[in-house]
Structure formats: structure tokens, C-alpha cells
DNA sequence: GGGTATTTGTCCGTATGTATG
DNA sequence: TCATACATACGGACAAATACC
């Protein structure tokens, strides 16, 4: 037991967890704690360590997240194999051609990463199993063709107090993604809607636009957002928007820019505006901007947001927000559609939210994100000027803005050799000729550990040639 | 905690706690905020807002005092109840239309109707619970596009050996339901494709044909099945079938059709057949006849089969078997797309399976629904030659041919005065002249109880003015 | 059921701008 | 011009209540 011994400063500023997994992950990564290691119970460290148990499993869950240690249920926990700033890769299937490309790069800026080590999984487990336990076999049977109604009350809700969306729950259309979703409304808005997308832009719905043998009209983006004169100028009847952070640029569409698209809509009988909210939970600076719908007097603005990034991407869970006149359009529409959402998952959700958690949920994230973005930001900042940062405001991407004689690609490309995979603006334009001057690259901070972040710049930089000043 | 989007002016006039005290009353009267709602802490919301507690405060002060919170010491604000009636403009929850239509019937016969009360719900519940304890928090993430591969090798082994499907794990696609899946396929056809019918047929995938401005070329069926010679005459590039049952006739395409069907695909590169497997699993006389997909030798059989009737239609879980050449296709086409379906669930259907529940609940089910079928027929016997059994091979519904001077929209009619819900086979028809001399109404037994199923013919009977001979 | 970390309302010290005399 | 009072806004200390398993 004497290994076990853990100096503790009660006093402190750093609280007591935070001191038991530094103290601890610094012994696995020095090597005394060797893999396979089991660790004492929580009883019985908290016992010796004269704290709570509470403590212990806060430590060990946040050791357990991040992979250094792994719990089997009921028996204890175990130390594992690390590897600094090796990255858990999801396990890939052998046979498919799909997965055995193997990633040849071991960091990666993806925008789409998130953290899931926060996840309040016991909480989920909870309500899953009651709904489980408690519901009837009625559940079996499909429920509400726009998802049941329950959930759809506390989304409304939601919406309303976190995003100032105004809606009533009829007008809450339930979908697994925007994959599922934006082809419905497509095919409501008729095949003569011609689509202004933003350039640069989101490829996923640019993708389905096409595919869908839609008109499509891209936009320029500067750093208030869509360019509503350039949007006024062409013939395009539908605007698909991300204004709360603009991707890939997270420009913030700025106040009058809202206006003026909200009057661009407005002014035709047929205009309408797509707001894609995608990560609109995640501002860390300034004043909350309410959503397009919230402000929209003419109900021009359909609304549709994801608990991809806020939850978990592996729930399938997004939502339309339709206008009253085009809900009555979507029932004419499709007669015969049931919800495709699995209903004891929505059951589960509906409950989570009902008891709070996911609010809460989002507070946490919100800190966790912020902090990461801190240490991205800071660590960025020595590299000033070479490197400017943009986009910093919300979301889990940043743009970096690099002074030097080379483009993105290239940019992309010198990282990838040092085995780091970053994201080049370019890659995001819908036209090949792309305006800025500089070369841009984002950078998605989600997925990384904060501790990590600051290795990943310097590491990124020396792949560019770029000192610190 | 929640976060309240209220816009505040800071160069305003108004100070911003007034600002902030009037919104929030606006809110209360409206009825946005609701009794015993919790507003959110002070400090939450001055974090939220860039604004000092002491704003907060005062606006919250403001409210106490003229009754529309209350405090609860280190507890929180609270909404109270808002006591002027003139405030009260309109209720938030207008019931909705959908929801709101009670059904002027109290027997279905709808063919869609399945029997959950031999649902295993305790197994499923077992696995369920599993999966959330021992899975990690890698099941958060997205997994693999067309589906996890531990489900999918459940699919290919069980779709093998019961419905003599030959197929890889990698040429299945996961998705939710055949409204998400079939569109996908679709758009993969290309909108050049020309559809082939059932008339009468399946009025969901006509809806999604038609919706997608693809060209549709109904083709007549008989009690052989979709009749391949008048398929032969048009110019149609795809037939959507459904051999082993066809809806609504739940006639079961004959041998040798069969093969004249699959010798008209593969003498054009651009023809395919989609064959819908929908409720195959449910034969109850004679040799089980394999799939079309198994006898192909051309690999022009696109397959899709759900789960909604063999398992519970609230799960959400269908899936497609393309030919390989296809696949390439389709992954060529949908590069950013992810799967639909929550893999929670995915990997709960996958160890139910693994551990042989499904099977064995389709044996049970294949029993108890032979049953009900045997009861139905015996109870309609009483009743010929006036009425006469066709489509009882297989399936969950039976049609009946009547020898009345009457049309079966007459006979809907009638039934529906007594309480009872049948449904005409002239509603199924793509083209509005049927060539069918005799009315002929679908029953579906699905939903009964065993016991309920000779009263409600019975009372069907007597609706029709029919006597048992 | 216990006990710790965290959240929460309450209270207080302070700073700034404005109006008043 | 200066002193005083008030309104508005910011930040922090404290102790009670809650969340968490």
C-alpha cells in the first residue's frame, strides 16, 4: 500500500481530484505504474487517503477518459498502455476497403472531433434503463410521425431559452441527421428553389443540394458572414446559412447582415432562409446572438440543428424547425413518412433533458471547450504574427491565417509529412478560385486532450518552419 | 441550468436591469416561461449575458417584488403563477391536428398491425442494459457509415440461411427504415431510371418514386405476381417488386415468372429489380421460396428488408444488399454520409441476434401468427362461396373477393358505420381503373388477439349483410 | 446513507456617471 | 466649482443547499 502514498494539499487551490489524477497520471506515464496495474479501490484509497470516495472516482473517471487507466465493471481498475500523444483510432474492420486505409497521420485538427470523455454516460444508462424497465410494449409500435410529442416539448423548450427559437412542438420535425433531414426539405421546397450556398462552405450539404439535381449558387464569405449584396444580385430563392459560426471560416454573421438577409427573404414571395445551427451551443465570448427564426417576423427562416456535437454523434438525432405554412405543405407532402428515430431513444432523450442534464450537460462542455480554446489560443500566440488567429468565438474550430509565401494545400500537405492532419480553407470552396490572399487553415480543437494541445502546435509549427517569437 | 437568450442594448437608455426585467416579465405573461420554472442563477446568467450579478440581482429584485418570481435562499428563482387573465393571449399547446384525430372505429384490420405481446422484451431489455455497461465511450463516435460491421455480419449470416440471400457484411447498408434507405438508392439510380410498379401495389415506395420526379410505369399483377410480360413492353429500367408477397394481393411471384423477371434485367446493362422482402419472413405453407437476390447470377437484385415487422417498427432498422458494383457506386455518391441508425442500438440488435433470440422469436411469431391466420380463415369459411380467401400464404394480411354487387369502397363504407376498419384493394391502385370484377378488401390480423378474431368477422359480416351458409 | 465538490442566493465593498444644489 | 446623493454596474466573500455516486 505504501506505493499508494499521494501527497495531498487540502488547502490548495487545485481541488483535491484534479491533484489525485495529475499525482497518478504522472506515475503511469513516468512507468512506475505498470500496464496491467490494478489500482486500489476506491473504498479503500479513500480510506487511507482520508477523502471521499467521490473524489477517487471523480479522478479515476477522468484517468479512465482520457486512457490511462480502463474499469471492468465489478472487478477494479486497471492501468493501460500509453503512449504519449498517441490518439485512440477507433478499431477499423479488417476486410472492408473502406476502413483498412489506415490514417497516416497520428494527430488530427479534424473540426468534427468532439469530446466525449465529459459525457455524463451513468446518467444516460439511467434514463435508458428506466425507460426500458417502465415503458410499455406500446413503445414497440411506431409513434408520432415527427418524432413523440414529449420530446418534441423539450426541445421547444429548449430552443426557446437557449437559442431564442420560437416554436410551438408541431412545428419540430424529428430526423436521424441532417443527412435525413435536408433531402425532405428539399424536395418540399420544390425543384425549381434555386440554393445560395455560402463559399466557403459546409461540403455535406452542398453535396446533397447536388445531388438532389438542385440549382446552386455560391456565395462569397467574408468576416461578417454571407455577403447579403452578392446574394441580392443573383436569382437564388433559397438561403442555406450557418450564421452563428460560419463553416469553415466562423465568421459570425454580423447584425446588419441579418437584417438584410431577413429583408432578402422578405421581399419574394418564394425566399426562404435554411439556418443551420450546427454548433451554435458552444460561444465563449461576447453577447449571445439569438437565431435567425428567433427574429424572423415573415416566417421565412426554417431552423435546423443536430445533437451531434452537443451529445454524441453516434445518437443520430437532428430536428427541423418549420414556419406553420410550410408545416401544413410537409403533412400534404409526405402522408405516409414515420419518424425515423428510434422511440425508446427518444424516450431516453426526451427524459434526459426533462431532468436537466442536458443544460447542465452543456455548461460543462462549454468550460471544457473553452479551456481547450485557451490553450490553443495562448499556444498559438507566440507564434504572432506569422500566425493570426480568426473564428474564435464560438464552435470547435479555429482559422489560423499564415503569412508566408506557400498555399493551403501545401501548408496541408508539409503538416501531413510530420504526420499531422490539418484542414485547408480551400478544401472548402465551392469555386476553384479562391480570393485570399493568405493561405487559411483550420484548426478543430474537440477531440484533443488540453493537455496535448500544446505539444500539436509545436509540433505543427516546426512542421512549418515557424519559431516562436 | 438553462441559458436565457435575451438581447440586451448596452448603449441603450433603458439600463440594462430594466431591460433584463422586462423581457423576463414579457416572457412570464406570454406563458414562454412557466409556473415553477427555474430561471437561471445569477451568476449563470451574468456569465451568459458579459454582464455583472448585481444586474441580474436588480432585475431579479425588481420581479420579486412585483410578484412574478419568488427566491428560494441558495436554491434559485422560481416562476410564479401569473395571476391577470388579460395577460393570457393564446394556450402554447394547441392540440395538434395529428394527433388530436381519434379514430371513428374500434377494429382494425390494418395489414400494417403487428403483435407485440410475444416481443421479448426481457431479453432485448438484457442486451440493452449490456451494451450501455460495457460499452466504451468510442460507441459515442460515429462507426461505420453503412453500419457497424458486428450488425452487419448478423445480417449477411441470417439473410443467408433464411432467406437465401448471398451477400458480404460489406454489401449491406444500414438504415432507418425503407423511407431513408430507398430515396438513397434512387438518387444512386440516376434520374434518367424509369420505375416499374406493382398496380396494385405498395402506396409508401410509389409516394417516394413520384416524390423524386423519377418517371413511374404501373404494371398490372395477378395471382402469379407482377405480370413480366407487360413489364416487357414498356420502357421501364427498374421494377420495384415484391415477390414474396406481393402488397396488397399478397400474391407470391410464381417460378417461372421469377425467372422471365430476372432474364428482362440482365438483357439491358441500366435495368435492375429492387426487390422489397418486406414481411417475408412470415411464410406459413409449402417449400420457403429463396429470394430473387439468390438466384441472380447477373447482380442486378438490389435487396431491402426491414425489421419493422419482425421485430417492432419503432425500432427504425431496415437495410439495403447491393450488388457489388453498385456499392462502389453508392460509395462513390454518398463520400460524406453517415449512418442513420444510433449504434447503441445497433449493437443491442447485434448481440440479440448473435445470441440466436432472433431466430428464435421469429419461430414464435411464425406460430402465433399462423394461428390467427387459421382462425381468420376458419371463421371466414362459414361465410363462402360469397366470400373468398386469396394471398394466405404468407404475410400478415389476407384479401378477400366478394361476390356483391357492390364496389369495395361501398364495403369500406359499410363497415366503417359498424365501428369496423377494412381497407379497399382499389385504394392501392396506381391507375384508377380497376380491372377487377370483384370487390376485393384487405384484412389484416396482425393486431388481433387470437380471441378477438372470429366476433370481429362476425360483426364485418353482418356489417355486409353476409350470412354464415 | 455519507460526505465532498459544486452551485447558489445573500450580503458587502467599490467604481463610475449623472443629477442636484 | 465642489460636495453630496443616487442610480447603475462590477467583483468577491460567505454559508447554505444541492448534486453526485
Known amino acids: 500500500m505504501d506505493m499508494w502514498l499521494i501527497q495531498l494539499n487540502k488547502t490548495s487551490q487545485t481541488p483535491l481530484y484534479a491533484q489525485l489524477y495529475e499525482e497518478m497520471k504522472e506515475a503511469i506515464i513516468r512507468g512506475d505504474l505498470l500496464v496491467g496495474t490494478k489500482l486500489p479501490s476506491k473504498r479503500k484509497l479513500a480510506e487511507f487517503l482520508s477523502i471521499s470516495q467521490t473524489t477517487i472516482e471523480l479522478a479515476y473517471a477522468q484517468l479512465v477518459a482520457e486512457g490511462f487507466i480502463s474499469s471492468v465493471s465489478r472487478r477494479g481498475f486497471f492501468v493501460e498502455e500509453v ?10 474492420e479488417i476486410a472492408d476497403e473502406l476502413e483498412s486505409v489506415k490514417p497516416n497521420y497520428s494527430i488530427d485538427f479534424h473540426s468534427g472531433k468532439i469530446d466525449t470523455s465529459a459525457f455524463p454516460f451513468n446518467q444516460w444508462r439511467k434514463y435508458a434503463k428506466d425507460v426500458l424497465d417502465e415503458s410499455s410494449r406500446d413503445l414497440l409500435l411506431l409513434g408520432h410521425p415527427q418524432g413523440d410529442l414529449e420530446l418534441r416539448q423539450e426541445i421547444a423548450s429548449y430552443l426557446y431559452s437557449s437559442r431564442g427559437v420560437r416554436c ?4 419540430i420535425i424529428l430526423g436521424s441527421g441532417t443527412e435525413q433531414l435536408m433531402p425532405l426539405l428539399i424536395r418540399l421546397l420544390g425543384k425549381q428553389s434555386v440554393y445560395a450556398i455560402e463559399n466557403p462552405g459546409y461540403p455535406l450539404t452542398h453535396h446533397i443540394f447536388v445531388n438532389h439535381d438542385r440549382s446552386v449558387t455560391p456565395i462569397p464569405v467574408d468576416s461578417d458572414g454571407m455577403n447579403v449584396n452578392e446574394l441580392e444580385k ?20 454580423s447584425a446588419s447582415r441579418r437584417v438584410q438577409l431577413l429583408n432578402w427573404a422578405s421581399a419574394k414571395e418564394d425566399r426562404y432562409i435554411i439556418e443551420d445551427d450546427y454548433d451554435s451551443e458552444f460561444r465563449y465570448i461576447g453577447k449571445p446572438i439569438p437565431s435567425l427564426q428567433g427574429i ?8 435546423i440543428s443536430t445533437f451531434s456535437k452537443s451529445l454524441m454523434p453516434s445518437l443520430r438525432m437532428a430536428y427541423l424547425v418549420l414556419p406553420m405554412h410550410i408545416l401544413q405543405e410537409y403533412r400534404k407532402t409526405f402522408p405516409y413518412y414515420s419518424s425515423t428515430v428510434p422511440r425508446l431513444d427518444q424516450h431516453v432523450l426526451a427524459q434526459f433533458m426533462n431532468a436537466g442534464h442536458f443544460s447542465k450537460h452543456l455548461n460543462r462542455m462549454r468550460k471544457i471547450y473553452r479551456k481547450k480554446l485557451e490553450k490553443l489560443t495562448s499556444s498559438l500566440a507566440d507564434y504572432a504574427p506569422l500566425v493570426q488567429i480568426s473564428g474564435e468565438q464560438a464552435g470547435m474550430h479555429i482559422v489560423l491565417t499564415i503569412d ?29 478560385n479562391d480570393q485570399s490572399s493568405k493561405p487559411q487553415i483550420l484548426l478543430g480543437f474537440g477531440g484533443f486532450l488540453e493537455t496535448e494541445i500544446e505539444k500539436a502546435v509545436q509540433l505543427l509549427m516546426d512542421a512549418w518552419g515557424i519559431s516562436s517569437t
Open 404 to 432: 508566408l509565401e506557400k498555399t493551403d494545400k501545401e501548408l496541408v500537405k508539409l503538416a501531413l509529412d510530420q504526420g499531422i492532419r490539418v484542414y485547408a480553407r480551400s478544401e472548402y470552396m465551392v469555386t476553384s
Open 83 to 92: 503512449a504519449e500523444l498517441a490518439y485512440v483510432e477507433q478499431p477499423r
Open 234 to 253: 443573383t436569382d437564388a430563392s433559397v438561403a442555406y446559412v450557418t450564421p452563428s459560426h460560419q463553416f469553415p471560416t466562423g465568421a459570425i454573421l
Open 168 to 171: 410551438a412542438p408541431q412545428q
Open 296 to 303: 424572423d417576423q415573415s416566417e421565412r427562416v426554417i431552423y
